[in-house]
């Protein structure tokens, strides 16, 4: 009711774009909630823009959708999740075609919903969000804990997911291994000490204003590797609501 009155004062005060969305709810949920979920999710949304068409003829909106699940879907799918060095189970990982999937799933079941509705001609654009903040980072990043250097938890995902999915990006960007070991400076390096790598590169220059650019490449590597797991996603996840919305 209180976010109902304050879209109605911003609309008395000359307002006419909206960001309207389901939070505090959150759309993805273990498999036999998930049409239910979604449902309330949808109605949620609905209401809203239905109560925008009515108070404020004029209004347009941004259909926001944050992709985090319930703890539902956390407790079903572990495996799946963010696996932090100290054994601590977050949130799902962006690695995982699993959630992946999960995601366009849901996507293109709101999205239809929503297409088929009589404001959906007032819908500007969707934002699609990783976190209440708006950003789209890799699950869990911020989990990790910066404090003394004994005490340091880096945010590496040691999920298999994450695992298997770092070891062929890692190979797709050097051509095997042998070579990534190579540029790493590391000559022993497997597909079992991969994850731990990049964490050493991450310690090995932690609290300094100067970082070894030998050093510091598997973690340089190993961000820019979630950064474009992330950006793959919600890549297509644009794509997939540009193409449900026009149909």
Request: proline letters at 7%; charged letters at 25%; one cysteine or more.
């Given at each position: 009711t209180?976010?109902?009155?304050?879209m109605y004062n911003l609309v008395q005060s000359g307002y006419r774009l909206f960001v309207i969305g389901s939070y505090p709810h959150y759309p993805i949920d273990a498999e036999g909630n998930e049409d239910a979920n979604l449902d309330l999710c949808f109605r949620l949304i609905d209401r809203q823009c239905r109560l925008m068409q009515?108070?404020?003829?004029?209004?347009?909106?941004?259909i926001n959708l944050i992709y985090r699940s319930t703890p539902e879907f956390i407790r079903a799918h572990q495996a799946e999740c963010v696996?932090?060095?100290?054994?601590?189970?977050?949130?799902?990982?962006?690695?995982?075609?699993?959630?992946?999937?999960?995601?366009?799933r849901i996507t293109q079941k709101l999205v239809t919903r929503i297409r088929e509705q009589p404001y959906s001609?007032?819908?500007?654009?969707?934002?699609?969000?990783?976190?209440e903040d708006g950003t789209f980072r890799w699950w869990a990043y911020n989990h990790g804990k910066w404090g003394k250097r004994n005490e340091v938890l880096?945010?590496?995902?040691?999920?298999?997911?994450?695992?298997?999915?770092?070891?062929?990006?890692?190979?797709?960007?050097?051509?095997s291994l042998?070579?990534?070991?190579?540029?790493?400076?590391?000559?022993?390096?497997?597909?079992e000490n991969?994850?731990?790598?990049?964490?050493?590169?991450?310690?090995?220059?932690?609290?300094?204003?100067?970082?070894?650019?030998?050093?510091?490449?598997?973690?340089?590597?190993?961000?820019?590797?979630?950064?474009?797991?992330?950006?793959?996603?919600?890549?297509?996840?644009?794509?997939?609501v540009r193409r449900v919305h026009r149909t």
């Open positions: 209180k976010t109902f009155e304050n009515t108070y404020a003829p004029e209004s347009r909106f941004i696996k932090l060095p100290d054994g601590h189970v977050s949130r799902p990982s962006g690695a995982s075609e699993m959630f992946q999937e999960t995601c366009r001609q007032r819908i500007v654009g969707y934002e699609l969000n990783g976190f880096v945010p590496v995902d040691l999920s298999k997911p994450a695992e298997m999915s770092f070891l062929n990006w890692i190979t797709r960007r050097y051509g042998q070579a990534a070991g190579k540029a790493w400076s590391a000559p022993n390096l497997t597909a991969l994850p731990q790598t990049s964490i050493g590169s991450m310690l090995f220059d932690y609290g300094t204003a100067v970082r070894d650019p030998i050093r510091s490449r598997p973690a340089s590597d190993y961000f820019d590797f979630r950064h474009e797991t992330m950006l793959g996603l919600r890549t297509d996840l644009a794509e997939l």
